[in-house]
């Protein structure tokens, strides 16, 4: 999937700074992605959000975030890296590649893969993403949760909420990677 996306992209034509414009796009383009495709907004400084979401996301409950602003979803501890991540991949025609921890309905534990590259509006700006993504359960970490919740003392839902992006990665899209460094988010995950 992520290879059939990057082939999309690179299929769109370019605007200005080699990144191609969001009305280039239209999901006929793509129909076997279309349920794991998404749309984001970087609106505005820790304001990233959903414009669309693919169906095959978007049918678990959690995942429904349509209209929300992403950084609502992460640890505070990591918004100013994510924020700083977003204008690197903004600023240079690449793609981005972000494993996310997300825990569900009744403590469920799952990883959100996504790969994302730059859209640009009608001005040039370089202000939407457009990517794609799946789920998988992490059962060994669901199972330690739901352990945790029951041996705990005080509920689990006080409990300090871990970091949610464990890796992130640049992928290059054929004009190189940005100098932002991603220790942050791949240091100990």
């Not at 979803?73 to 590649?97: G, K, M, N």
């Not at 009608?122 to 669901?142: F, K, M």
Request: hydrophobic residues 40%.
């Amino acid at each position: 999937m992520f290879q059939d996306f990057i082939a999309l992209w690179k299929t769109l034509p370019k605007s200005v700074g080699n990144v191609p414009a969001k009305a280039c796009f239209s999901p006929t383009l793509a129909p076997a992605l279309v349920p794991n495709l998404f749309v984001a907004e970087h609106i505005a400084r820790y304001k990233l959000e959903v414009r669309l979401l693919g169906t095959d996301i978007e049918a678990r409950p959690s995942f429904r975030v349509s209209g929300e602003n992403l950084f609502d979803r992460l640890h505070e501890d990591e918004w100013d890296h994510f924020e700083a991540f977003l204008q690197a991949y903004r600023q240079h025609p690449c793609a981005a590649r972000v494993k996310r921890r997300v825990t569900g309905d009744g403590g469920r534990i799952y990883d959100l893969h996504t790969l994302g590259a730059p859209l640009a509006d009608a001005s040039g700006e370089v202000r939407y993403i457009l990517g794609v993504g799946y789920i998988e359960a992490n059962t060994a970490e669901s199972m330690e949760a739901s352990e945790k919740r029951k041996n705990s003392a005080r509920p689990y839902r006080e409990e300090r909420i871990p970091p949610t992006i464990r890796e992130a990665a640049f992928v290059d899209l054929g004009f190189g990677l940005p100098a932002c460094t991603l220790e942050h988010f791949n240091h100990n995950r």
